[in-house]
């Protein structure tokens, strides 16, 4: 199994930015497409972005694109998402996650390995 851990959450104004970052470890990183979820409490997981195995293919929700950019260094063992022009409402713990497939799925169920999130709190 792979393992994952997040990092880069923090407080941050509205209007700024922040770069999650997400290292894998225990498996060959190139083998997962990946994706990034958010949750408050009280709610279900969100859909944020999704990358595949290779770098080459991307899915956001209508209502990321153009604020959220998901990337990966598969030397590197990391998958990133920028997150630029953060609002209030942006404010959650973001998760990344793992799946064997590469169909970009938006599903949170599709996906075996999560990390233990990173929490990004949005001041107005």
């Known amino acids: 199994q792979v393992q994952l851990v997040e990092s880069g959450g923090g407080l941050v104004q509205a209007g700024g930015s922040l770069r999650l970052s997400c290292v894998a470890s225990g498996r060959t990183f190139s083998w997962y497409s990946m994706a990034w979820f958010r949750q408050v409490p009280g709610k279900e997981r969100e859909f944020v972005a999704a990358i595949s195995k290779s770098g080459d293919r991307f899915n956001y929700p209508d209502s990321m694109k153009g604020r959220f950019t998901v990337s990966r260094d598969n030397d590197e063992n990391t998958v990133y998402l920028q997150s630029n022009g953060l609002k209030p409402e942006d404010t959650a713990a973001y998760y990344c996650?793992?799946?064997?497939?590469?169909?970009?799925?938006?599903?949170?169920?599709?996906?075996?390995?999560w990390g233990q999130g990173t929490q990004v709190t949005v001041s107005s």
């Open positions: 996650a793992a799946q064997r497939g590469d169909v970009l799925i938006t599903n949170p169920k599709a996906y075996l390995y």
